[in-house]
């Protein structure tokens, strides 16, 4: 058998066989059944090996197949009727040693197997050593059982030969029901245009060029069209040197297997329907992260990061005095009484309103109707069922989250050195007006003037202490108000990610996992 084709067949089969792995929702029940079926009829025809191809002749009644299976077989092998169906149960001719396996797995009773080879023949066999040529019940048997053991048999076999007569060749029923049903097979089909001796050579050709029309519009566009007549035997060289063709590339097998589970995996495929273009990134997501964050309070939050900053940077890095006076401003995360860090972030972030949460799941439940709205019901069900476990979580998972995020109370190296400054200037302002003061109380009740240099270095102190302190101060608060934005902003973000997370496990990975799931079982298809 071809190594690639049987590559390609154990590769549907295991995508096949993942597929009816699902949910019994996932599949219907018919495709489930064929689906199985088709994987038990493949392991079973590749178990059997290459040594022989199986074709079957079927055909109506009155086609005249039973008289162009003899011709082909070169014995009287079949029996051949008129009027009436007399072909009742398969009659196979087995060229070569052996086949009974293949015989055994095809139901095809004993007594009605031939072995087509004498010592008569000398070489003229040879060319069709293994093959097993099957004659069909008629599919249009008026009796039931008939039909039933024809359909069975044209769905095993390696290669179909269809066998028409002038008079039915258009039939409706042979079109719709077999040859358009089997237009995956084309390539693994040959329409025999029979009983041509009662036609003239002109309507010979119309009617082969009808036929053909008729099977390109059927999808059968690669299936072989040939003439023949059992009575002149014309055409039967041709179709015995098809036949030999067949065996000899020992393909036939493989090659029906493929198109049978090519089909398939396009049949499951339409039930699964088309998969979620871009899973990882869902349309919404980032909608929902930001209606979770401030159902999470992380603005809140981040402001009161941006408040505290502030109170401690002015209380470190502000003007001495106004700092002392604010000691007893209180602090947003309350951390002057101890608290420790849950307690803290507890206090300063608002309670999940109702509406809050409204607005969540109302967001979350249309994010994941929208990125699976391309999905069949059953994967719906399931993205939905998956979202309702979700939204019972949503207010423990969101505390949860915000929680776990350490804040850390920052504290740079230039606060040390403001301080410094704010109270070397300090100390110089203070120091320089004393010195004023004193100057200017010994001018006016002393006995006599101070020398000009005390005037002179006390207002240099004063200024350079005001001066430095206005400065300091100055810089101080453009830094302070830096810091805090940039306080607020590390821990907005590191909140908004927490959340993301949340907002991923509880609501995007589940509908994720679904997705990819319906995307994985439809890839393992093609």
């Known amino acids: ?11 549907l089969a295991e995508g096949i066989r993942h597929a009816l792995s699902l949910s019994d929702d996932k599949l219907a029940g018919d495709v ?45 092998i079949a029996r051949v ?14 060229w070569g040693e052996g086949g009974n396996d293949v015989l055994d797995w095809l139901h095809v009773p004993e007594r009605s197997r031939t072995w087509r080879e004498s010592a008569l023949d000398g070489d003229d066999q040879r060319r069709l050593h293994g093959l097993i040529l099957l004659d069909l019940p008629d599919h249009d048997s008026t009796a039931a059982a008939h039909r039933i053991e024809s359909d069975r048999l044209v769905g095993l076999v390696d290669v179909v030969f269809w066998v028409v007569d002038p008079q039915k060749y258009a039939d409706f029923s042979l079109h719709s029901e077999y040859l358009t049903k089997l237009a995956e097979n084309s390539a693994n089909m040959v329409v025999v245009l029979n009983q041509i001796d009662k036609l003239s050579p002109e309507e010979q050709k119309a009617a082969a060029d009808h036929l053909r029309q008729l099977l390109n519009e059927d999808g059968l566009s690669e299936t072989n069209v040939r003439i023949s007549s059992a009575v002149t035997r014309e055409g039967i060289p041709e179709i015995r040197s098809i036949l030999a063709d067949t065996v000899d590339s020992k393909d036939a097998a493989s090659e029906r297997l493929l198109a049978d589970m090519q089909a398939m995996a396009k049949r499951i495929r339409k039930e699964l329907g088309e998969p979620v273009a871009s899973p990882d990134e869902l349309a919404g997501a980032s909608r929902l992260v930001e209606t979770m964050s401030e159902a999470a309070g992380v603005e809140a939050v981040a402001q009161t990061v941006h408040d505290d900053y502030i109170r401690r940077a002015y209380r470190k890095t502000g003007y001495p005095v106004l700092a002392w006076a604010q000691r007893n401003a209180p602090d947003p995360l309350g951390a002057k009484h101890g608290q420790d860090r849950d307690e803290l972030v507890r206090a300063s972030v608002p309670a999940t309103t109702k509406a809050q949460s409204s607005h969540v799941r109302l967001m979350a439940h249309e994010l994941i109707a929208e990125s699976v709205s391309t999905m069949p019901q059953a994967w719906q069900n399931e993205a939905a069922e998956a979202e309702k476990k979700s939204t019972d979580e949503l ?45 200017a109380l010994v001018a006016v009740i002393g006995s006599g003037a101070l020398p000009a240099w005390c005037w002179i270095v006390s207002m240099g102190l004063f200024l350079i202490g005001v001066i430095g302190s206005f400065v300091t101060s100055l810089m101080a608060k453009s830094a302070r108000a830096k810091g805090a934005k940039e306080a607020a902003a590390e821990v907005d973000g590191r909140l908004r990610d927490a959340v993301g997370r949340v907002a991923q496990s509880s609501y995007l990975n589940p509908v994720k996992s679904v997705i990819g799931e319906h995307r994985q079982a439809y890839e393992m298809l093609g």
Do not use: Y
Request: glycine share 8%; hydrophobic share 40%.
């Open 81 to 94: 009727g008129v009027r009436r169906p007399t072909t009742s149960r398969p009659t196979a001719c087995v």
């Open 32 to 76: 489930r059944t064929d689906a199985q079926n088709l994987l038990d009829r493949a392991e079973d025809r590749l178990g059997l090996g290459e040594d022989f191809t199986v074709v079957a002749f079927a055909g109506s009644t009155g086609s005249g197949k039973s008289s162009l299976f003899n011709a082909v077989a070169g014995l009287e």
């Open 395 to 439: 207010s423990e998972n969101l505390d949860s989250a915000v929680t776990a995020v350490e804040i850390t109370r920052q504290s740079p190296g230039w606060w040390s050195l403001a301080h410094t400054l704010q109270i070397v200037f300090f100390v110089a302002s203070i120091v320089g007006l004393l010195g004023i003061i004193a100057s």
């Open 1 to 11: 058998m071809n190594s690639s084709a049987q590559t390609e067949i154990r590769k």
